[in-house]
Structure formats: C-alpha cells, structure tokens
C-alpha cells in the first residue's frame, strides 16, 4: 500500500515566524498538488508541481518538489494570522490514474 | 461563478434513517467527485464520475453507500441505513478535465451526524 505522509501534523507559532512542512511517500509521484483548507470550507488549491526539483512561489509560499519526486514541501515566509488553516498534499503515483491526500497540517498562527 | 454547491450544510440524523447529500458541479466540469473526511481517516475519494458515468467506486465503503448522476449539473450521495460511524464531512468536488493533476474545485460540505 502507498502512503502519502505529512510532518508536521499540528503547528502552532506566532505572526512574523517562517515554517516549513513536508510531504513524503515511500514511491515516485507523477504530479504532486498543496491545497489549504479554513475551517467550515472546502480545500482550495494552492500549486501544482510536475518536475522534479520544480520550485514554485506564490507571494510568501514557497513550494519545492523534490528530485526524485518522492517527497514535497512548503515553506511560509513571516507567517500571518490568515495563514492559519489545514494544509493537505494529494499526490498522484505512476500509472494511479487519481490522487491520493495527506492527512494535513494543521497551522496555527497567533497575532 | 457560483462554485460547487452542496445542501445541505448540516444533516442530524438517526441511526437507521435514510440520508442524501446533494452536489451542483460548476456548469461545464466533466468530471465530479465525492469525499468523506473525518479525523482518523482524512479525506477519503470515495468515487468519481466522468461526464455523468461512475468511473471509479472503489472508495465506495459498502453497499449502505450509493451515488447518482442523473445529468451534468446534479449528483447525489445515498447513505440508507445510515450509521453513526458515517459522521463526517462530505464533499463534493468538480474538475474540468480528470481526476489527477487537474485542479479540483471543492463545495462547502455536507456536516453529517448520526446519532
């Protein structure tokens, strides 16, 4: 069975902070996406990234794909109280032919 | 656009009783998607259709649970009986071209308790 693993599962810091969290599978992902999710919504797509090595920026966020296409993260530049929200990574494996979510991180960001 | 819409926001249910969760994709979307997210599980693909047609129900979890589309713009998701392990949060979700490396559009959800 593939896994899809998330680090860390809960994050707590204050406003003007910078964080990082992770994305890992044991297998190579064709397609790996970050979405983020507010409490009481669904979740709203951040980024995608195909290529390994691809980084991609979006204002303070800063998205890597790893090499080997096994692993992903996100960093968040000086952190902000709107940043809070559940963080998820949905990969897709070779040949899978749909995507598979993390169990998500869970950021807290206090003013 | 309007964006995904699902009814109802919030379902309270009894151990027993029938439930249907309603999804309105995003007009020309040809593809549509149920989840369930919970706690222990996260969220879970439970099945997806392609230009009204079930593509792939294996995320189904028994035959308690059954999805429809009857057209382009309606689907819904069946619990009968429902269980108290159902509770979650139901999702439906939309994309324009497949269910992998394609931007999914998601609805509110669906608050479901059975008591």
């Known amino acids: 069975t593939q896994l899809l693993e998330q680090s860390p599962q809960f994050l707590s810091i204050q406003e003007g902070e910078n964080l990082t969290v992770y994305c890992n599978s044991s297998?190579?992902?064709?397609?790996l996406q970050w979405y983020r999710q507010e409490p009481g919504e669904g979740p709203v797509l951040l980024v995608t990234?195909?290529?390994?090595?691809e980084v991609k920026k979006l204002k303070r966020l800063t998205f890597q794909f790893g090499d080997a296409r096994k692993d992903s993260s996100l960093h968040i530049t000086a952190a902000q109280p709107g940043d809070t929200g559940l963080y998820l990574c949905a990969g897709e494996w070779a040949n899978a032919g749909k995507s598979t979510f993390g169990d998500g991180t869970t950021l807290t960001v206090k003013p | 656009d309007a964006g995904v819409i699902q009814s109802p926001r919030h379902e309270v249910t009894e151990m027993g009783q029938e439930v249907t969760l309603r999804c309105k994709p995003i007009?020309?979307?040809?593809?549509l998607f149920w989840y369930r997210q919970t706690m222990m599980r996260g969220l879970e693909l439970l099945i997806y259709f392609n230009n009204n047609v079930p593509i792939d129900d294996s995320g189904m979890p028994e035959d308690r649970f059954s999805a429809k589309m009857p057209n382009a713009s309606f689907s819904t998701l069946k619990i009968q009986p429902s269980e108290p392990r159902d509770s979650a949060v139901y999702f439906c979700?939309?994309?324009?071209?497949?269910?992998?490396?394609?931007?999914?559009?998601f609805g509110s959800g669906t608050q479901l308790s059975v008591l």
């Open positions: 990234v195909v290529t390994g090595g």
């Open positions: 007009s020309g979307h040809d593809y």
């Open positions: 979700a939309s994309s324009l071209h497949g269910p992998s490396n394609e931007k999914l559009f």
């Open positions: 297998s190579v992902f064709s397609s």
